[in-house]
C-alpha cells in the first residue's frame, strides 16, 4: 500500500512514462508520447481530452481539466475545500511529512489530495469527487478519507448520485494507521448512500492501487476503467518480491480486470461522458434522483 | 512447544536457564541453593520488569509476531466451548488463514472470525503464514451474513502479516474483496467485536476490523502498512523497518491516544507467549464485559453508533471561511 509514493523513480520506470523529457505537458509545444514515443503537437492532444491523437495513450488528466470536461458546463460548485492535512505523528523520513505537505501545496496550489462538489453530468445532478495524483501520489490520508466520505454524505443529503475519479497509490504511510481508517470510514459512508437506494458510479483512472482499490473505488455500483489504468490491490513489485515469478504482460491493467470480471467496462475518455450520461438516466430512471 | 526467545528477552532466558539448572540440582536439602534460587527468582521478575517497562516499538512489534504467541485458535481453545468451524465460500475454495465458525462464550452463542498463522513449517504453509487470498475475506462475509441472519453477535480476531499479495489474489479481486467487508461490516445488524490480538497489518487485517468496540492485545500492532515494507518504500531500506516502525506509532497504547481503538487487553508478565491461559483469561473478561454491554443496545442504535466511531476517525485541520 502506498507503493507508488515516495518511490518515484522506481515508479515512473515502471510505469513507461513521466521520466522522459517532455511528457510532464512542459513549457513547449511539443510533446513526446509515452506510449508510442511519436512527437506530437500539445493543444491537440488538450483538445482530444489528453488522449494521444496517433495511438490513444491516456495521459493523466489534471484535476480541474477532469472537472471541466466531466461536468455540464458551468455547474460544478466545490465544496470542502477548507480540510488541511496535518502532521499528528511528527512523521519524518528523507522528509518532514510537513514539508512534504507544504511542497506539495505549493506544487498543486490545492491543500490535498481530493477536489469534491455538486456538479450536472449529462443534466443529472450529481457529487463529484476527483483524486489528485500529483498531490503526494494521490494517497489517502484523513483528509482525502474524510472528504470522500462528506461527498458521500452530501449525495444523500441531496438524493443523487455519487461519481469518484480515483488516482492514488493507496493510503498515506505518513499518517500511520489513521490513514489505514481511512478505508473503513469512506467505506461506511457509501454503504448509507447505497442504502438510501442512491448510485455510486466510480471511475478507476491512472493508477488506482492500495488501500484506495481496496476501499472506495471498488465499490461502484458501476466500475468505470479507463484504458491502461494500473489498478491493484498490492504492488507489482512487492508481488514478484514474494512469489518470486515475473509477472504476466498486462497484469493490473485495466483490460486485465475487465477480463477477470473486476470492473463493468473500460470507457475510453473520449466518450467517457456520453456512457456517463447514460448511465446515470439509467440508474435515476425510477428514483427521481 | 519450545519457547523461543527475542533479543531483547535474551538476559531473562539467561536468568531462567541458570534457574533451571539450580532447580534440576536442588533435592530440598541445601539451604545455601534454596536461597541462591529464591534470590534468582527476584532477579527475574526484576529485569523482566525493567526490560518490559521501556520496550520500544519495534521490540513490541517482535512481541506481536512472536513465534510462541497464542493464535486465534489457542484463543478459541481457552475462552470458547462447542466451537463448530464453517468452511470455504461457496464460490471458489476455502481459504485457510481465515478461520470462522460457531461458539459459545460463557453461554452465549456467538460466531468468530479471525486470521489463523502456522505454528511450524507444515503448518504455517497450510495457512499461508496467516496472508488470507479473496476468498478467505468472502468466506468470512458468508459468515457475518449468517451472523446476521440468525441474531448472532460477531468477534473477530486480527492476526496478520496481510493480505496475501499474489497473481491469483489480484485475478480473483483482493481490493474488491477487501472493500466488500469493509463495506459491510459497517452496517451489518448484529453487534462485532473486534480483538488485535497479534499483528494487524494493513488492508488485510482491517477487512475483519470494522466493528463496535476494538479491543488490542497490550502487545499487538496495528499498522497501515509493515513497518519493512514502509522502511523499503520511504527509506529505500527494509533494515530501516525499526525506525518505520517509531515513525508510524502502530502499538496498542499509540492508537488508543490517536482514537483507533477502544480498550487494551493486558498481557500476562513477559507477554501473552509466556502464559496463553492467562493471556486467554484476560481477553476472555473483556471479551464478556464487551459483548454483555452492546448486547442490550438496539440495532439502530448500534449502527449509528459504529458509523459515528468510524467517522470520527482522522485528524485534520479545517479552516474557517472555506465553503464548507
Redesign the interface.
Given at each position: 500500500?502506498?507503493?507508488l509514493?515516495?518511490?518515484k523513480k522506481k515508479v515512473q520506470q515502471e510505469e513507461g512514462e513521466k521520466q522522459r523529457p517532455g511528457i510532464r505537458f512542459p513549457e513547449g509545444i511539443w510533446i513526446k508520447c509515452a506510449s508510442c514515443l511519436e512527437i506530437i503537437y500539445k493543444p491537440e492532444v488538450e483538445r482530444n481530452l489528453n488522449v494521444c491523437p496517433k495511438c490513444n495513450y491516456h495521459f493523466r488528466v489534471p484535476v480541474m481539466e477532469r472537472i471541466r470536461s466531466v461536468s455540464d458546463e458551468g455547474t460544478f460548485?466545490?465544496?470542502?475545500?477548507?480540510?488541511?492535512?496535518?502532521d499528528?505523528?511528527g512523521?519524518?523520513?528523507?522528509k518532514k511529512y510537513s514539508d512534504r505537505l507544504k511542497d506539495a501545496r505549493k506544487k498543486t496550489g490545492r491543500k490535498d489530495a481530493t477536489v469534491i462538489g455538486t456538479a450536472e453530468v449529462g443534466g443529472v445532478p450529481v457529487v463529484l469527487a476527483v483524486m489528485d495524483f500529483e498531490f503526494l501520489g494521490g494517497s489517502m490520508?484523513?483528509?482525502v478519507?474524510?472528504k470522500i466520505?462528506l461527498a458521500a454524505e452530501k449525495a444523500l443529503e441531496i438524493g443523487c448520485p455519487l461519481i469518484v475519479f480515483s488516482a492514488s497509490g493507496g493510503?498515506?504511510?505518513q499518517?500511520?494507521?489513521?490513514?489505514?481508517?481511512?478505508?473503513?470510514?469512506s467505506?461506511?459512508?457509501?454503504?448509507?448512500l447505497?442504502?438510501a437506494g442512491h448510485a455510486f458510479i466510480s471511475v478507476l483512472t491512472d493508477p488506482t492501487t492500495?488501500?484506495v482499490?481496496?476501499?472506495?473505488?471498488?465499490?461502484g455500483d458501476i466500475i468505470i476503467a479507463e484504458p491502461g489504468a494500473l489498478?491493484?490491490?498490492?504492488?507489482p513489485r512487492?508481488?514478484e518480491q514474494?512469489?518470486k515469478?515475473k509477472?504476466?504482460e498486462g497484469?493490473?491493467r485495466a483490460e486485465?480486470l475487465l477480463e477477470?470480471?473486476?470492473v463493468d467496462m473500460i470507457v475510453e475518455r473520449t466518450r467517457l461522458n456520453a456512457v456517463l450520461a447514460l448511465l446515470l438516466k439509467t440508474l435515476t430512471a425510477h428514483t427521481g434522483k | 512447544m519450545i519457547l523461543q526467545y527475542l533479543d531483547f528477552e535474551r538476559p531473562i532466558a539467561d536468568l531462567e536457564n541458570k534457574l533451571e539448572q539450580l532447580r534440576r540440582g536442588d533435592d530440598g536439602t541445601d539451604k545455601t541453593v534454596r536461597d541462591e534460587i529464591s534470590k534468582l527468582e527476584k532477579k527475574i521478575v526484576k529485569v523482566r520488569k525493567d526490560v518490559f517497562a521501556n520496550l520500544t516499538r519495534w521490540q513490541m512489534t517482535q512481541l506481536a509476531r512472536h513465534p510462541n504467541r497464542p493464535y486465534m485458535l489457542d484463543y478459541i481453545n481457552f475462552c470458547f466451548k462447542n466451537f463448530i468451524e464453517i468452511h470455504g465460500d461457496r464460490a471458489f475454495h476455502d481459504d485457510a488463514p481465515i478461520v470462522c465458525g460457531f461458539a459459545e462464550l460463557e453461554g452465549e452463542r456467538v460466531v468468530v472470525i479471525g486470521h489463523q498463522k502456522g505454528r511450524n513449517t507444515k503448518e504455517k504453509i497450510a495457512r499461508n503464514f496467516g496472508m488470507p487470498n479473496p476468498e478467505g475475506y468472502r468466506k468470512a462475509l458468508r459468515v457475518m451474513k449468517l451472523a446476521e441472519k440468525f441474531h448472532l453477535p460477531i468477534i473477530t480476531f486480527i492476526d496478520t502479516p496481510g493480505a496475501f499479495p499474489g497473481i491469483g489474489a489480484e485475478e480473483r479481486g483482493q481490493s474488491e474483496a477487501i472493500a466488500r467487508n469493509l463495506l459491510e461490516m459497517s452496517h451489518l445488524k448484529t453487534p462485532i467485536i473486534v480483538a488485535v490480538v497479534g499483528e494487524g497489518g494493513s488492508g488485510g487485517a482491517l477487512a475483519l476490523g470494522v466493528g463496535d468496540e476494538i479491543l488490542m492485545m497490550q502487545y499487538s500492532i496495528y499498522s497501515v502498512i509493515s513497518p519493512e515494507g514502509c522502511a523499503s518504500i520511504l527509506w529505500r531500506d527494509p533494515a530501516k523497518a525499526e525506525i518505520a516502525a517509531e515513525m508510524m506509532k502502530i502499538t496498542s497504547p499509540d492508537l488508543l491516544k490517536f482514537g483507533v481503538i477502544d480498550r487494551i487487553i493486558p498481557e500476562p508478565e513477559g507477554g501473552a507467549h509466556r502464559d496463553h491461559k492467562e493471556a486467554a483469561e484476560s481477553l476472555k473478561k473483556e471479551l464478556v464485559q464487551t459483548l454483555a454491554s452492546l448486547l442490550p443496545l438496539p440495532i439502530p442504535q448500534l449502527l449509528d453508533r459504529r458509523y459515528a466511531k468510524f467517522r470520527a476517525m482522522g485528524q485534520f485541520k479545517k479552516k474557517a471561511g472555506g465553503a464548507a
Open positions: 500500500m502506498g507503493f509514493f515516495g518511490k460548485a466545490e465544496f470542502g475545500d477548507d480540510y488541511e492535512s496535518i499528528m505523528l512523521f519524518s523520513d528523507s490520508g484523513s483528509v478519507g474524510e466520505a493510503a498515506r504511510m499518517e500511520g494507521t489513521l490513514s489505514l481508517m481511512q478505508m473503513a470510514k467505506s461506511a459512508a457509501l454503504a448509507r447505497g442504502d492500495g488501500g482499490a481496496a476501499s472506495f473505488s471498488m465499490l489498478i491493484g490491490f498490492a504492488g512487492v508481488i514474494t512469489i515469478q509477472l504476466p497484469f493490473q486485465f477477470h470480471g473486476m | -
